[in-house]
């Protein structure tokens, strides 16, 4: 499964931070990171299954099966996940839950479900 990280560069240290996290926690993932002017181009090479960015999931150019934005302004926002379609607000997310829905994601990829509403 593939797993894509974008922020901007002045977030160039979340980037960098999330990226290793998943990496090292889910080391059978391919796992890529990018800054938000490079995201629409590699998302179309890519291809990812999974978009952990600070950029909203409308601003992609295709679908993916789970996209997850995590604001990185001051003011104080809720990230929003988006799974198969599925929407929900949360606050953080802590890593694990960031890689629950990473796993979630792809036990849907190996049975087929993973849609590609997000």
């Given amino acids: 499964m593939r797993v894509l990280v974008a922020f901007e560069d002045l977030r160039r240290l979340y980037r960098e931070v999330f990226w290793r996290a998943i990496s090292d926690l889910r080391p059978t993932l391919t796992v890529r990171s ?10 179309r090479r890519f291809d990812p299954h999974v978009v952990v960015s600070s950029r909203p999931s409308d601003a992609q150019v295709e679908g993916n099966g789970a996209w997850v934005q995590i604001p990185t302004t001051d003011d104080r926002q809720l990230a929003e996940v988006c799974l198969g379609g599925e929407r929900w607000r949360t606050d953080g997310p802590p890593l694990s839950e960031l890689l629950a829905v990473i796993d979630e994601a792809e036990e849907r990829l190996r049975d087929g479900s993973l849609s590609e509403a997000c």
């Fill in 34 to 43: 990018a800054s938000l002017d490079e995201l629409k181009h590699v998302l």
